[in-house]
Every structure is written in structure tokens, then in C-alpha cells.
């Protein structure tokens, strides 16, 4: 095999070697335009849903389609206009990138322009500056979607027979609401074509070992630390850990292999770790046997051999407004949450019947900040973390193949990487539109309200962290993931309080700098609205519109199909009746994110909106108690 071909399998799609990005050729500045006006648009369309911004609406002359509305306003001294639709789904708004059109006050047209429009937007928001930081993620979101727009690399795979760890870099478009959908902040352009998913460049993980008093970690019954890290590692790693033995004078359980990412070790463990690696308290083992490729996440790892787990890393990046590294107690608190939802879920009639598939997070090791002086705590934190998940293929029978959730509402690419068709064409021909969303409806829901109201458990199940199971294109379960700090509940409101897990607790730090991020609370609305905010508003709300705007699918018909599952489901389960008005899903309205809200005026208060519940209509009756 030369070294520039590649290996085009179901199962992969990666580079053998690496080759230099495309970001020098003149060819990537023809998506530039393109790029620009999408991170203006969504910019806008969080600003126009999230309050911030007054304008004005009115049917779109040009589109008779329901919702299709041109919006006006102005900024500075320019006025905007873009055409859009005022969405059913929780009146969302979505805009039409492409018609977004703006004019000085004398009428000239200007050219699209995201500095210009910043500036504008910073003469209007008066009542707070705009942050340069905010600035740059969008900036860099610009530069870094320009430079994966250039990549054409796996246009020409029929995405259809690719495995779902393929698929993860096969979709490349990213967050559909949070303007700084990809800003990768730390990231350079080589940094972006080595590490992004778009690019699916394979890379090698590198291997500490640290004193076991320096670290944390842990895992499920039946498994260690150790025997996952020695197995990943490879025969180079473990002689070199031998060698670090002998030296040191201890045995391997005195030391915790901890994986470590390439570029988190070279641009930020280095200089933080250096007077334990001086001394040789800490050693750099080398670069590990294990092949990966980054998964849409950038932190989570699939590796080329099935039967081997997701490896979840730290990454002191910054993307969409949040920095990837992970905290200790979370890296903790993954094996023990897996083992406890494991346990609900095999004990449990209509799991198992239904097939449920919780990815679990088997093992995890972290540095303990703890450990160090205090005068160290900022810059330990959260840098050196891992976390092993199970892999989605040894839950496939061999007529099964799996796919991203968020994939369902992308587009196959042709030859230039332009969007062409919509990826789930072929699947609607097949059974027929109605049919299909029924049924996915269905697979997907079921998971989410039975461990919100048989076991009280709510789950942040966006669109990233569920995997649809299916054969030939029809879905028969889902696989959820991500558990660490992806669940919410209240102890006292469980169905099996007695199961609770003993969880590591929140560091007051952590604590004081993210309000949203807590797993147990009193309050049984915020567990309710953490599973509607995930799985109703973003993931089906995005499927709903999707569908609307490309099949024709009308929305009040998607959400009175999912009150139905809804219902369906409470009229067979009557023994959860009390749970269903305490987590009532029926109420008029959520509480989700205010996503652009809170990056423009911080935590100091909660950043949150209120949305009408498009299923409201269909409630089923009765008041709301707990």
C-alpha cells in the first residue's frame, strides 16, 4: 500500500500516513463565503431565539411553506435580512444562511462580513461588552469550518456501508445551534488536520506512569485499571514501565498507567508536570500500540480494533464555549454510574426486553489535584484524565450497523464536499416516510422516559451521545453513552433509592465555576427538564425541523406521534402513574439553555429560557404533583 492510498472498509475510513493540511492552497478559500455566512446566521438565530435581539417578521413572499418568514432588523447603522421559519417545534428559529443579505442605511448592499457584523451587534448590545473571546471562537469557528469544508477526502465513500465509528467522521457539520460550533480554540490549522475528525488521521496515544498516591482511578466490577492499561498500551510501553519500576524501587500496583493525548502532552502537560518529570516521580512511557481516530467529540478516541473500547481524553481546548478537559471526579464517577444504570437496566423487565444499550464507562484514571500543593490546583486540574467506553460493536447482532443520531439530519456529499442529499433518503423510500419516523420515534423515546419514570434517572441524550441501531436502514433500538457528568437525579425521587450510587463529590471549585454542572439536586423540574432540554428539544426538536424542511414531514405531526409513544407507554405501565405527573413531560413549558445568552453575559446568574412544550397539546390530562 503506497503512503498517500487509503484503507475504504465499512469498518474504517482513515489515512495510512499523514499528509500536509489543506489550508496553503488557494482551493479552500471557495467554501470561505459559504462558511461565513453560516456562522453569521446561526449567531443570528441564537440572538433572535434567545431575546436578545428585537426584530421584526413577516411571511416570506417567496415561500408559502408553513413558518416561512423573512426577519428584518437593524444593527448599527445597517440594516439585516435574512429569510427563515418560526419553527412549531418550541418556536425555534432557523434561518437560511444563504439569503442573508445586508444594507447600509442609504440602502447599498454590502458584502456578508462577520467582523462588520460583530461591530454592529457590540453598537446595539449596549448593555454589555462583548467579549474578545467570544470574538475569537467565532473567528477561529470560521477559519477551522473554512479549512474541513476543503477536505473532500472521504466524499467519494458511499456513507451508507460505513461502520458507525466511520460515520463519526463522516459528518462533518458539526453543532446546528451554537454559533461557535467549531472554534477549537488551541488548535492550529495542523493541529485541526491531525486531531479533527473531518480529516480521520490516525493517531497513537502516549503513556504516563504515576505514583498511585498522585491518582485516581476505578472501575466496574469484574475489571482494573491496570489490566485495561496494559492491554491498550503495548509491549514498547511495558518494558519501558518495567524499566521506571526498577528504578523506582515499586511494584505495578503502586503506579497507574494514565493514556494521554498528543497534543494535550505537547501543549499542556509539559510544562506543567515538569518537576515530576525532572525527578522522575512521573514518566513519559512513549507512544502507545493502539491506533485511533478522533470521534465528532475530538476527545473521545475509536480505535481500528473493534474489540478494543473508546478511549476518552482530556483536551485543554476550548469548543463550542467549553473547555474539553476532564475533571477527576467525573473520570470517578464514570464507572460507577455505568455499574448502577447496568444494574437498573438488567434488573429491569422492560429493558431487557426492549434491548436497551447503555454504553458504559468501564474504567477511568485521573491525576488527583488533591494531591499537589494548592499552589498547583489550577494547573493539575483536569488536565491528565481518562475514561474507557464500551464499544457500540459488541452490541450489533451481525445483521446490525449503527449510526449517530445527529447524522440522521445530515446530507451525503459529493465529489467537491458540497451537500447533496439528505442521508436518510434511501431508508424513507424504502418504508415509507411516516412509517420510518414512527418508528424511530419510538426506538429512541422509549429508553429516555423509562429511566425518567420507572427509575427517575434523567439523561443528557443529545444528539452526539445516541447512537441508532438499525438494520438496513430500519431502526430497531439506540445505544446511549456518556455518563460521567451525563445524568441527573434526586435522590429521594428514585424508584430504588436503595441502589443509589456513592458518588465522588463535586469539588466546591468546580462547583462555584459551573452552576449547570451537577448530577443529584432536590429539584425533580431541573431532572425532568435535563432529559426534555437533551433528547425533546435538541436532538428530536432538530429531527422534527429536518424533516419539515427537506420531506415535507409536518412538525404537529412528529411531536403528535412522540406524545403518543409517550402515552402509549403510561397507559402500559400504570404502576409509574405518580412519577408521570412528578416528571410531567406534558407541561406547557421547559426550561432549556440559553447557549449564546450565557457566553455573552456569563454565569453570574442562570441563563436560561423558557419554551412552549409542542407536546403540551396532547397531554394526557391531570394535575402536576410530586
Known sequence: ?????????????????????????TDIWRHHARIERRVIGQLLQTLLYEDVLSYTAAPNPADARAGATRFSLTLGSRRYQVDGWRCHSFQLIRLDHATLRVCKAQGDAESISLQRFMTDLEETVTDTAIQAGFVNELVQTLIKDTQSSACTGNSGAEPHALEADALENYFTDAHSYHPCYKSRLGFSLRDNWCYGPEFANPLNVFWLAVPAHLAQAGAVDGQKVAERALHEAGADVLARLEKYLERRQCLRDDVVLVPVHPWQWENALVHVLYPELASGEIAFLGEGNSVYTPQQSIRTLAPLERDKPYLKLALSITNTSSTRILARHTVTNGPIITQWLQQLVASDEVATSAGFVLLGEVAGAALDERAFPAARYNEIYGKVGAIWRQNISHFLDERERAVPFNGLSQFVRNAEGDPSTPFISPWIDRYGLETWVRQLIYVSTLPIIHLLFAEGVGMESH???????????????????DFHDGVRFSTAHLARPELAPDLEPVPPRHAALNRNSFLVTDDVTAVRDYSCDAFFFIALGEMAIFLHRHFGFEEPRFWSITAEVVKQYQRDNPQHEERYRCFDIFAPEWEVEALTR???????????KSVPNPMAAYAPGGETSC
Request: proline share 9%.
Open 598 to 608: 450565557r457566553r455573552l453575559f456569563g454565569d453570574d446568574r442562570p441563563q436560561v
Open 1 to 25: 500500500m503506497s503512503s498517500h492510498e487509503r484503507v475504504h472498509s465499512p469498518a474504517t475510513f482513515v489515512e495510512t500516513t499523514r499528509v500536509d493540511p489543506p489550508f496553503a492552497s
Open 463 to 481: 444528539g452526539q451521545n445516541i447512537v441508532v441501531i438499525h438494520r438496513d436502514g430500519w431502526p430497531t433500538r439506540v445505544a446511549l453513552k
